[in-house]
């Protein structure tokens, strides 16, 4: 099988370059070889390479700074996936898409589904909404993963910045009205893999008969709070702990230029009904991430 990544060097990419291997031949790249803003460096590459699948972990995913810079997070959420999905449809390739939690506007109380109405309420969320219609709209075979507050242990992300606060600071202050499912990038690029294995060597019709946007994050749900305590628990580094009181604050206490939703898990069951796979429970994915850094 050929594999065409892009967005190696982020968090998710960085494992699924690891993960994919043994899957057969992975040819990996990111920015700025292949910039998402000029379309004819990512064409170029696909049309040489022909590969059999293609998976795009590369996106604007700064929330704040996507507010004012619409244009770019648009050319890179929106439009390039689109045009990706349209070239991988031409070459009979399939095409592996990630999306976001923060295309809903987290006025539900239970967790989101794929049948569930779309809301951003940022731009961020808005122009990643724009990204699943457009690689739907191209027609081919593409799955579009839908996930949330994605870790790893190697770029800064929550769980390295709630660690160096822990380290630093008497007291914290986490907010508890921010609800979804931590999810550990390596847990996510694994499932991937383990997918693409199941499709087996001829992976397109597998694939096509199960295109579609699927719920994809890891198992469970919890607050921004609970997902901060569970850090600490887990934290191998316990005696550099100066932390002594952590206090629930609300999101309006810290005002950021996007707006964010409050609830927004996500149910993945249809997920697992469909490929029998799913992510761990979100503190197990935790403890094995911190365990293993
Ligand atoms: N992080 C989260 O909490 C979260 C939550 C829900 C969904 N997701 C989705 O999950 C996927 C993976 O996210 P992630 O956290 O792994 O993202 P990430 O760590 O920010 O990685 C994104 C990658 O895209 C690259 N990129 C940025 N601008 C580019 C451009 N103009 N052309 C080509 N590549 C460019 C980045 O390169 P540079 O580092 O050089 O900029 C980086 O390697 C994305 O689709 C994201 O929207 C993430």
Redesign the pocket.
Known sequence: MKILL??????????LHRSLQGLGQVLA????E?????PS??RQVIENNRPQIVI???????VDKAESEEA?AR???AD?PGILAEISRKLEAAFI??????VFDGEKSAPYTEEDAPHPLNV?GQT?LE?EGAVLQAGGTSLI????????MR?E??VSKVLSWAHSQREMRIVEDQVSNP?W?RA?AEITAQLLAKAGPAPHPWLAERRGLYHL?GWGFASRLEWAKAIFRNDPNQARQVVQRVLPARSAEFPTSAARPLFSALDCGKFERTFALRLPDWELALRLAMETG
């Open positions: 892009f967005g190696k060097n982020g968090q998710l990419g960085w494992e790249y990111d920015y700025p292949v910039d998402f803003c000029v460096t990512f795009n972990a590369a996106a604007y995913t700064d770019k050319l890179i959420n390039a898409h990630y999306s976001t939690d923060y961020y990643k990204g993963f839908r996930t949330a507050w994605v870790y790893s770029r992300s929550f999810t990038a996510l994050a």
